[in-house]
């Protein structure tokens, strides 16, 4: 199997891209904290805006190939069933739509502690700034804890319903 062949395939491609936002939303309060440790290198800001813009895109990213996974499961035939409404139960809808949710907010609630630590490298005044600084630290940390929620959610769809795993 090659690259193409993952990035064609929804259940596939949603797979391999979703685990990018993961990845940087942890490392996200790390960078964030070294940076506002030491605002005046501009190496550690430069990661840390890195970071945080990679973490945006590479969410919308993941959040647009899950909406696309979830369409396709809903429209093509599985196992024999008709539609998506007889493969699971309500309750695993519910928790389609509420990891859904939440991941979606995951590349939203990433502009927040980008536009605090921002602010409080533009900022002269240093008790503003340390306190903006500050701000974006704990966001950070707030947005890294929302995303494992968010996985687990993905995860307990995939590994105890079977969600996106199709026999092939």
């Known amino acids: 199997m090659d690259l193409l062949d993952t990035l064609s395939d929804p259940e596939?491609?949603?797979?391999?891209?979703?685990?990018?936002?993961?990845?940087?939303?942890?490392?996200?309060?790390i960078a964030i904290t070294a940076a506002a440790l030491r605002p005046r290198d501009k190496s550690l800001t430069g990661?840390?805006?890195?970071?945080?813009?990679?973490?945006?895109?590479?969410?919308?990213?993941?959040?647009?190939s899950g909406e696309t996974l979830v369409e396709n499961m809903a429209t093509e035939r599985m196992d024999g069933y008709e539609a998506y409404e007889e493969?699971?139960?309500?309750?695993?809808?519910?928790?389609?739509e509420d990891h859904e949710g939440a991941a979606e907010r995951i590349y939203l609630m990433a502009v927040a502690p980008l536009v605090f630590f921002i602010a409080?490298?533009?900022?002269?005044?240093?008790?503003?700034?340390?306190?903006?600084?500050?701000?974006?630290v704990a966001l950070a940390f707030a947005l890294a804890a929302w995303t494992a929620y968010a996985a687990s959610l993905g995860g307990q769809l995939v590994y105890d319903h079977g969600v996106g795993i199709v026999d092939r």
Do not use: C
């Open 12 to 29: 596939k491609r949603h797979a391999a891209l979703v685990h990018f936002p993961i990845v940087l939303a942890m490392l996200l309060p």
């Open 87 to 96: 493969v699971y139960n309500a309750g695993v809808r519910q928790l389609v």
């Open 47 to 64: 990661v840390a805006l890195a970071i945080g813009a990679l973490l945006v895109i590479s969410g919308m990213v993941a959040s647009s």
């Open 120 to 136: 409080g490298v533009l900022i002269k005044k240093e008790p503003l700034a340390a306190t903006l600084r500050g701000v974006a």
